[in-house]
């Protein structure tokens, strides 16, 4: 009887726990897409092939790519990056390779959890790094 209870509570405990973290770790869905300064679109690929073209992207509402070189966190502004390409799992990161707009390339790491959100025709969209095989980004000449 004493098991059943704890079992209960347990329950009762978590669950609103775990919703508030977004469906089971997932991202919880976002109806709006925060404001920037400056605009960036993408193409994104991710895991399954599927590419969407994304418009207003941004990293949380930041216009930064947050990366680790070594223990040392690194913020690249978009505006110096072409494209991202994700690869290996290392523990709670991903291996991310960064082709710059002056066509170099570095590698660096980035927390797996990472959000980007954009717009869509129909809708708002965010993915996780985790589920993106490759990110091009760009900026629109005008509105």
Request: charged share 30%.
């Amino acid at each position: 009887m004493v098991g059943r209870r704890a079992v209960c509570f347990g329950i009762v405990v978590l669950v609103p726990f775990l919703f508030g973290m977004g469906m089971f770790g997932q991202p919880a869905a976002r109806e709006e897409v925060p404001e920037t300064e400056e605009r960036f679109d993408a193409t994104v690929e991710d895991l399954e092939g599927v590419v969407v073209e994304v418009t207003h992207v941004s990293y949380d509402g930041e216009l930064y790519l947050p990366v680790f070189r070594g223990k040392g966190l690194v913020t690249i502004p978009f505006g110096k990056i072409r494209k991202i390409e994700i690869g290996e799992k290392q523990r709670s990161r991903r291996e991310v390779k960064v082709s710059f707009k002056n066509e170099t390339t570095e590698v660096f790491w980035m927390e797996e959890d990472v959000l980007f959100l954009g717009k869509v025709p129909y809708g708002t969209y965010q993915i996780q790094a985790k589920d993106i095989h490759k990110l091009e980004l760009t900026q629109p000449t005008s509105e």
